[in-house]
């Protein structure tokens, strides 16, 4: 509610889902991006096409990392709770809410949580994963890559820096996919401090 509330005060244009795939590869270059400088950007670029973007401490014990709800036709919330995160989850949690955003499911609340107790729709929820995991490593990239447990530091680094994302990202998916241990990845991530609601 309070997420609904504050995206009531934002002011959206119209929703616009081809003008925000355009805007697909910039908000992923932002990755390599401090928050302070990718956070006004994204706020400008969601708001111009419909999106009101919001930011919110985590609800203790609640276990929600993100939503998407319909406002109406033409208005659309994106939440995104700010409790621990780390490059890999928060830009991982951006593309797949947006992916909530452009199927476009009006009647629709999507939750994305730790327990995923309010899965509305699995295939609804793996397309999302697979969007969010495909706009960040593209697939033929990733195969270029072709990564395994003998993959050095170096190469994961080289390999980000080869297709423009943060090295934790990449190491997010090695550990997601079992390639590499936590302790491992760990030390290539980055964890962003961010502020509620970041809005001008």
């Given at each position: 509610?309070?997420a609904?509330?504050?995206?009531?005060?934002?002011?959206?244009?119209?929703?616009?889902?081809?003008?925000?795939?355009?805007?697909?590869?910039?908000?992923?270059?932002?990755?390599?991006?401090?928050?302070?400088?990718?956070?006004?950007?994204?706020?400008?670029?969601?708001?111009?096409?419909?999106?009101?973007?919001?930011?919110?401490?985590?609800?203790?014990?609640?276990?929600?990392?993100?939503?998407?709800?319909?406002?109406?036709?033409?208005?659309?919330?994106?939440?995104?709770?700010t409790?621990?995160?780390?490059?890999?989850?928060?830009?991982?949690?951006?593309?797949?809410?947006?992916?909530?955003?452009?199927?476009?499911?009006?009647?629709?609340?999507?939750?994305s949580?730790?327990?995923?107790?309010?899965?509305?729709?699995?295939?609804?929820e793996?397309?999302?994963?697979?969007?969010?995991?495909?706009?960040?490593?593209?697939?033929?990239?990733?195969?270029?890559?072709?990564?395994?447990?003998?993959?050095?530091?170096?190469?994961?680094?080289?390999?980000?820096?080869?297709?423009?994302?943060?090295?934790?990202?990449?190491?997010?998916?090695?550990?997601?996919?079992?390639?590499?241990?936590?302790?491992?990845?760990?030390?290539?991530?980055?964890?962003?401090?961010?502020?509620?609601?970041?809005?001008?």
């Amino acid at each position: 509610q309070t997420a609904l509330n504050i995206a009531n005060s934002i002011e959206t244009s119209p929703f616009d889902s081809k003008k925000i795939r355009t805007h697909l590869p910039e908000l992923r270059s932002m990755t390599i991006q401090k928050p302070e400088l990718f956070l006004p950007k994204m706020q400008k670029i969601f708001s111009e096409n419909g999106v009101a973007f919001v930011l919110l401490p985590h609800l203790k014990n609640s276990g929600i990392n993100g939503a998407v709800k319909w406002l109406n036709e033409e208005h659309v919330l994106l939440a995104i709770n700010t409790r621990d995160l780390y490059v890999d989850t928060f830009w991982f949690s951006i593309f797949h809410e947006i992916k909530h955003v452009l199927q476009k499911k009006n009647k629709t609340v999507f939750i994305s949580s730790k327990e995923n107790f309010a899965e509305i729709n699995r295939k609804l929820e793996d397309d999302a994963d697979r969007f969010a995991a495909n706009v960040l490593i593209p697939p033929e990239d990733y195969k270029r890559f072709s990564p395994t447990k003998d993959t050095t530091d170096d190469e994961i680094i080289a390999f980000a820096n080869d297709i423009g994302i943060h090295p934790g990202i990449v190491a997010g998916r090695l550990e997601h996919e079992g390639i590499i241990t936590q302790n491992r990845g760990k030390k290539f991530k980055e964890k962003y401090i961010l502020k509620q609601n970041p809005h001008p």
